[in-house]
């Protein structure tokens, strides 16, 4: 049975969770591949909000199996919590979740590093979310990082956690000025927390190749977006870790010729939260009426998100990276008030017209704009495309014009049911 793909294309935050409960309905098994609790995904349904940091968001349906793969960096502790308010609002899980065992863990240190080197980093901070995401991954890259499949054995508490914490003790207390790390303490909690696991752990490429050729259905499910992508983003206004297809395969372990349909979750306008370049960014009172009606305050943080128009040549980068098949269209309803709508159809970098997303230089990016006449109507009750008003189709013609991609459902509310599918009125 073919995979299928929901990937961010922009900085984050464009309902990816929200599309992915809407197709949820129709899977086996939902998977996240990469991040941790940095994400921050809202479902709203019957009345109820859901915000997932590191579970799933097919977590909703009770006959989905939700996986945490191998790209991610779990936090245990905020793993244990988000079990805990899964229990609170009744949604069972205990024989739905599986974890990978190639997964590392987040310690309690990498979010203080990640506190301090944001303070150390000054002027020059990224606007991380702190929770230790890029420390967490630093170890991995570094080969000194501790993974699932490492707590249960031994040899690791005897031999390589010893060293391993003798090592980090010179740096926290040396450049990050923090209180060096007890063995024993950290062995404690490292063998308390696989006693905790045990029952979720899997071997994730094995379990999720055998499925999906035993005709399961697979959803990956990516956190971040596209512009967030550790290298086809702003770098190193960035996560750490790979939200984009390539990141898919390596974070999930599937098979890549499993993958046949790869769909981009766009907003109708753009946010970002933190640090970093952002060529449609809105300042001012334009900016804050934006921010109130789209309510665009970060799930993860509470942060104000910084918003901007609808950016053609960051989708056209999308495309090309993740080889999108199709466009989710979300939020359209929040631009229902506006006279006219911008639309960033291309760049000038240094005077010259470019086709693509500039690896450097943002500052000299001239962003070139067409305007959309607004449609002046609530469609947040609209249930079919013909509903639409006029000028709402005409803006997502022109976005798909542009773009190059298909869209193919537009969402016009937080709900499952506000959700339309294109050419079908
Ligand atoms: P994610 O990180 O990509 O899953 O997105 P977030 O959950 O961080 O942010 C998206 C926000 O927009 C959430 O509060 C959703 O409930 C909400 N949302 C999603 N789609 C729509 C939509 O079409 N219209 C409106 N008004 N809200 C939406
Ligand atoms: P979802 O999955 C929006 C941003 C942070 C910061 C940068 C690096 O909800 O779309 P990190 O803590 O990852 O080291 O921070 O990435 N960021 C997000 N922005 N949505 C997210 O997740 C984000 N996760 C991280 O704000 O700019
Ligand atoms: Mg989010």
Known sequence: MPATLIIGTQWGDEGKAKVIDYLSNDMDIVVRYQGGSNAGHTVKVDGNTYVFHLIPSGILYPDVICVLGAGMAIDPEAFFNELQSLELKNIQYKDRLRV????????????????????????????????????????????????????????????????????????????????????????????EYAEKFQKYVVNVSYYLNMELGSAKKVMLEGAQGTMLDLDYGTYPFVTSSNPTTGGAIIGSGINFQFIENVIGITKAYVTRVGEGPFPTEIMGADADHLRKLGNEFGATTGRPRRVGWFDVEIIR??????????IVLTKLDILDSFESIKVAVGYELRGKRISYFPSSDYDNIRVLYEEYPGWNEPIHECKNYGDLPKNAKKYITALEKFCGVPIKLISVGPSRESTLVKNKS
């Open 100 to 191: 990978a065992d190639n997964a590392h863990i987040l310690l309690p240190h990498h979010r203080l590093m990640d506190q301090k080197s944001e303070e150390n980093l000054g002027d020059n901070k990224i606007g991380t979310t702190k929770r230790g995401i890029g420390l967490c991954y630093a170890d991995k890259v570094a080969r000194v990082g501790i993974r699932l499949a490492d707590i249960y054995t031994d040899s690791f508490y005897t031999k390589r956690l010893p060293h391993l914490i003798e090592n980090k003790n010179i740096l926290l207390e040396k450049i990050y000025g923090i209180e060096p790390l007890k063995i024993s303490e950290v062995s404690d909690y490292l063998k």
């Open 317 to 326: 980068h999308s495309a090309r990276v993740n080889g999108l098949h199709s």
